[in-house]
């Protein structure tokens, strides 16, 4: 009820568009807001919280195992955990890329962000953190581990690392996590980039046995091979070269195609 003379008040008026609303909406999202959305993706989907917690379980399990077997070596037992992490590690990156394109989601994160390549940066980030952080949760593990053998087994433990090898093994730990992002941002494909993932191995592994031509390509191309002299510490300048090469090849070239292919790719 109102009085003669008041104007009516419309309750269901929308309220008016200020200066700082045009502001907020004209202003691009914050990169450190994509790349927490995409860590936190790694453990809040079922696939990432599965592949994180198996890793994490085989890490310590190996090293554990390890120690059981050949004794207190510290530097032992943290290569061990490489294993593991080499295996799952390229399929967190798979995953990761692919996601997307596998849940239909991926219209709707180029809607909410249109330009894709802060997107493909903000994805390709978590994963390598992902693998620094657990070489970093290895090496945890493998202190005390190496403790506890050598109190059961009444052996002197073996504390020498080498600074060098443990942060070259660190580094390959990285690369291979960063070649499943570049095979998952090349195919979009999960199923297809975790076989092809999985069987490379034992492809390098048949070419290097043709003949010497194959043990050229395998010394050159196999990620594997280049990398093991970057886990000793002291890498020379012919096989630094190598592992350029590789990278190159596994890493550098298919993570700029499939950029490529992001970009261009029509969302349905």
Known sequence: MTRAGDRPTDITAPSPVTKDDKMNADRPIPFRRLLAVEA?????TRSGMIIALVMVGLVAASVVARGVVVGPKLQTL??????????????LGILTVTGEWTHRTALTTFVLEPR??????????????AAVALSLFAVLVAVPATAVVS??????????????????????NVLVAAAGLALGAL??????????????????????????????????L????????????????????????????W??????????RVLRKEVT
């Not at 979009?188 to 010497?212: E, H, K, M, Q, Y």
Request: glycine share 10%; proline share 7%; with cysteine.
């Open 40 to 44: 936190r993706k790694l453990v809040d």
């Open 78 to 91: 943290v290569g061990t955990a490489g294993i593991a992490l080499g295996t799952l590690l390229p399929v």
């Open 116 to 129: 894709r390549h802060r997107v493909v940066a903000a994805k390709c980030l978590p994963p390598l953190l």
């Open 151 to 172: 109190g059961v087994q009444n052996v002197p433990a073996v504390w020498e690392v080498q600074p060098l090898a443990l942060l070259g093994w660190t580094g390959g």
């Open 187 to 220: 195919l979009l494909n999960a199923p297809a980039a975790i076989v092809i993932n999985f069987s490379t191995p034992v492809l390098w592994a048949v070419v290097g046995r043709l003949d010497s031509a194959g043990a050229t390509l395998a010394e050159w």
């Open 222 to 249: 196999d990620l594997g091979t280049t990398a093991a002299p970057l886990t000793s510490g002291d890498m020379t300048w012919s096989e630094g070269a190598r592992l350029a090469t590789s990278v190159a090849f």
């Open 251 to 260: 890493i550098a070239v298919p993570l700029a195609a499939g950029l490529v």
